[in-house]
T-cell receptor, first 113, second 116 residues
Framework: DTAVSQTPKYLVTQMGNDKSIKCEQNLGHDTMYWYKQDSKKFLKIMFSYNNKELIINETVPNRFSPKSPDKAHLNLHINSLELGDSAVYFCASSRLDRGNEQYFGPGTRLTVT | AQTVTQSQPEMSVQEAETVTLSCTYDTSESDYYLFWYKQPPSRQMILVIRQEAYKQQNATENRFSVNFQKAAKSFSLKISDSQLGDAAMYFC?????????????FGQGTTLQVKP
């Protein structure tokens, strides 16, 4: 009965590779997010989708491409991975009503070597 | 632009004692929400408490309470009767009330150590 799930939890890959992280929520929320937590534990939003439409696209390299096939899924594809992409990536979801809390997935630790 | 500042990178508390984590924020708006999230070593982000800016009453959740000072733009978290399981990184976060994007702005985090 996991609310927000992400796969994989750990990802180790080499520079230049392309990888994807998948996210699914079973909470019936209409909005999903991708956050990046860097090595200093700072959390910053990358993307947000509402009903499959992109509503936030922060200053993120275009090597990062989110895709939302339906309201319950938001995947993150990263092309040409770089050392600086190493981080923990969190998926989250919420209802976009006023002030609703966001529920986070367990995170994916990406290590680029 | 909204900013959130947590000036205490690390704090420690003795088990069963009380500790307060500080958070200040900057916003030009009067309608917003504030949150405290906990991130234990498992790295799961867990909501601890939520405050609506238009409510003067401070939010409480069991041993967790906030001191919300709107004029001072301060939102501190008080943990009473600290337990070993409270050891974690704590993040303060801000959300615009008029937000149609759900964009949460996080502070830098405070690592809380609980000593037995």
């Amino acid at each position: 009965d996991t609310a927000v799930s992400q796969t994989p939890k750990y990802l180790v890959t080499q520079m230049g590779n392309d990888k994807s992280i998948k996210c699914e929520q079973n909470l019936g929320h209409d909005t999903m997010y991708w956050y990046k937590q860097d090595s200093k534990k700072f959390l910053k939003i990358m993307f947000s989708y509402n009903n499959k439409e992109l509503i936030i696209n922060e200053t993120v390299p275009n090597r990062f491409s989110p895709k939302s096939p339906d309201k319950a899924h938001l995947n993150l594809h990263i092309n040409s991975l770089e050392l600086g992409d190493s981080a923990v990536y969190f998926c989250a979801s919420s209802r976009l009503d006023r002030g609703n809390e966001q529920y986070f997935g367990p995170g994916t630790r990406l290590t680029v070597t | 632009a909204q900013t959130v500042t947590q000036s205490q990178p690390e704090m420690s508390v003795q088990e069963a004692e009380t500790v307060t984590l500080s958070c200040t924020y900057d916003t030009s708006e009067s309608d917003y929400y504030l949150f405290w999230y906990k991130q234990p070593p498992s790295r799961q982000m867990i909501l601890v408490i939520r405050q609506e800016a238009y409510k003067q009453q401070n939010a409480t959740e069991n041993r967790f309470s906030v001191n919300f000072q709107k004029a001072a733009k301060s939102f501190s978290l008080k943990i009473s009767d600290s337990q070993l399981g409270d050891a974690a990184m704590y993040f303060c976060a801000h959300l615009r009330g008029s937000s149609n994007t759900g964009k949460l702005i996080f502070g830098q985090g405070t690592t809380l150590q609980v000593k037995p």
